[in-house]
């Protein structure tokens, strides 16, 4: 039914400079919770009001349910979107901004009614019809502009950074409630965020993005776990994955792979490095290890480390170490295209 | 220091308070003085006569007329200052090619001298030289031999300078209007776009409701200057035919000062001043209002 489909979609704003998004292949999957993921100006946004309608592409077609909709307007595409300020009617009643889109539907009033208390009440929010959008808290407001978007059940969700307008203690439950919306309703949604861990969190599979170019497709392990380039690589994971580059390899790790001595030895097969360590932070659940290797081909390359607190080693600042990591944990890059190559040996 | 701010600050403000007396609460005053007064042109007695002054123009058919016209002239060219203001706001807002060049264009009548914009308005509505009889005889819509006097009978005048005062104050509400329009966020006119409301839906329902308070403020701004001003009325047909175009502006002026009654005309022109107060009251409190939302 409603899967989107992009072929070598661009977009070029100004003729003569780069594409804000270029030539995307993307395809979503029937019921998907599909999220971009990418730093500012990667061209997600973009990429997504293309799919509404709200912007023209430059080239490349996009198809919902398997028909070609790029002539068509944004209410003949028979999608909703939440816009990342909410967007909703200021002068109007929240019950007047869930109805709007029926109304221009040209739906009865009687089924109008019914069919606003169903959404209000998916989203707890019948409680509000009469209030105004400027006398609701930020989270009612983004309730508010879900119930508007699923209340003419459309075949198409899109949500442009619904969560970024709302406080960190918010967000993690709103993060948790949308998911669990998405999935009770099986709409199909396409999510854009900048937040690897909303996306990480929420996605069925994550769409990673840089530049205007879709960088990796993946489920959220995929895309953590064997990330396509060193930019996937970097991107994803807090702190970023340890890059160093050798003389003819890329080797990455996780630093929460790179262990030290005492957990090494349990790991069976793996490769030692020399950290000299500058200093810790301590997170409570967590240690946080910052220096650089010593030693061999990658000595001096900065390298992080991140251990359980439960780890109780003394690993004080200043301190020469000899970390590891498991042969299995280590990821190549071609350094040429800084993309992931096949597991070589690695340079002494 | 402290001493030296108690009349630092009195001092700063005095010359705004000077300005304030000199050329409007003065006036002002004089204006009621002379109402209540049997004040006249080239006399210096003053005797105070109390409400007579308003007891006459009340029975003066000729007032009567004026303040009738005057409403008619400042709500008809209002409603027509609303229509093309929000059509020429809605469309001077998208980008197009040539959009600045237009904007200026929008912007002449105003900033032209009312004056000169009415005098081309008096040959274009001339008896013999007007150039909409030409047109309109060329079109074999009217007689050649016997042209619409624009200006010579009653209901044309009043349309004509109607026209004119329209024409003369579009400008200024479609500045104030694209301000409200342009206030707008983006993602509003987008949100009602995907909820799959056309243009008219969006127009009506969603972009005018949200710019009634800045509407609100270029109408009443509008109604109070339409009031008091007499200018295109004064330029194209001094109230004629038949006082059938006079308004209250260029009665209180004719009667005042051409007629030398300066107790009538200062009557005359106060009798609206608690009306417009009260809108310009109004218009004030709903530009606070705009500002804040």
Do not use: C
């Not at chain 2, 624009?150 to 044309?156: N, Q």
């Amino acid at each position: 039914m409603a899967v989107v489909e992009t072929r070598k979609l661009t977009k070029v704003f100004k003729r003569g400079n780069v594409g804000a998004v270029v030539n995307v292949d993307l395809q979503s999957r029937e019921g998907e919770f599909l999220v971009l993921l990418g730093p500012s100006g990667s061209g997600k946004t973009t990429l997504l009001r293309m799919i509404a309608g709200l912007e023209e592409p430059t080239s490349g077609e996009i198809l919902i349910g398997g028909k070609l909709v790029n002539d068509l307007t944004p209410r003949e595409r028979g999608i909703a979107m939440v816009f990342q300020s909410y967007a909703l009617y200021p002068h109007l009643s929240v019950f007047k901004n869930i109805v709007f889109p029926l109304k221009a539907q040209g739906m009865p009033k009687e089924r109008r009614q019914k069919q606003a208390e169903w959404a209000a009440s998916l989203l707890g929010i019948q409680h509000l019809f009469d209030r105004k959008p400027r006398e609701l808290s930020g989270g009612e407001r983004q309730r508010v502009a879900l119930a508007r978007a699923i209340v003419r059940e459309p075949s198409l969700f899109l949500l442009d950074e619904p969560l970024s307008n709302l406080d960190a203690k918010l967000r993690a439950s709103a993060r948790e409630e949308l998911e669990q919306f998405q999935k009770r309703i099986g709409t199909t949604a396409i999510y854009v965020t900048h937040d690897q861990v909303e996306a990480m969190a929420m996605g069925d599979r994550v769409v990673v993005m840089s530049q205007g170019a879709v960088r990796q497709i993946g489920t959220p392990a995929d895309v953590y776990d064997e990330p396509a380039d060193t930019f996937v690589a970097t991107f994803l994971g807090s702190p970023p994955m340890n890059i160093l580059p050798g003389p003819d390899v890329i080797v990455g790790f996780r630093p929460e792979h790179f262990l030290p001595p005492g957990v090494a030895e349990r790991m069976g097969e793996h490769i030692s490095f020399g950290f000299q360590i500058s200093h810790g932070e301590y997170l409570g659940a967590e240690r946080v290890l910052y220096g650089t290797i010593a030693g061999g081909a990658f000595d001096g390359r900065k390298a992080v480390s991140r251990i359980p607190a439960t780890h109780a080693v003394s690993l004080p600042d200043g301190s020469l170490q000899t970390f590891a990591v498991a042969l299995g944990d280590v990821k190549f890059f071609d350094p040429g295209t800084e993309k992931r190559t096949s597991p070589r040996s690695i340079p002494a | 220091m402290i001493r030296r701010q108690r009349w630092l600050g009195p001092a700063m403000f005095m010359p705004a308070v000077i300005y304030i007396l000199a050329l409007v609460g003065v006036p002002f005053v004089m204006a009621f003085l002379y109402s209540v007064s049997d004040a006249k042109v080239g006399s210096v007695s003053y005797h105070f006569v109390g409400l007579q002054n308003f007891v006459s123009i009340l029975h003066n058919p000729a007032f009567l007329r004026a303040l009738q016209d005057s409403f008619v002239f400042t709500i008809t060219s209002q409603v027509l200052v609303l229509i093309g203001a929000n059509i020429l706001a809605l469309s001077l807002k998208e980008a197009f090619p040539g959009r600045r060049f237009f904007r200026f264009l929008i912007l002449l009548p105003w900033v032209a001298p009312v004056s000169i914009g009415s005098l081309g308005w008096k040959w274009i509505l001339d008896s013999l030289y007007s150039v909409i009889s030409w047109v309109l005889v060329r079109f074999h819509l009217v007689n050649q031999y016997d042209t619409p006097m624009w200006l010579g009978e009653p209901k044309l005048a009043m349309m004509s300078v109607i026209l004119v005062h329209t024409w003369h104050m579009l400008p200024f509400a479609t500045v104030i209007l694209l301000a409200g329009l342009t206030a707008i966020p983006k993602d509003i006119p987008e949100a009602a776009a995907v909820d799959g409301a056309g243009f008219f839906r969006t127009t009506f329902q969603i972009t005018i409701p949200m710019m009634l308070p800045i509407i609100n403020v270029a109408v009443l701004f509008g109604a109070i200057f339409t009031f008091t001003d007499m200018t295109v009325i004064y330029i194209l047909t001094r109230g004629g035919p038949y006082d059938t175009t006079q308004v209250i502006p260029t009665e209180a002026f004719f009667t005042g000062i051409l007629g030398s009654d300066l107790a009538e005309g200062a009557a005359i022109s106060i009798f609206l001043v608690p009306l417009l107060i009260i809108a310009a009251y109004i218009a004030l409190r709903s530009a606070h209002r705009a500002e804040v939302t």
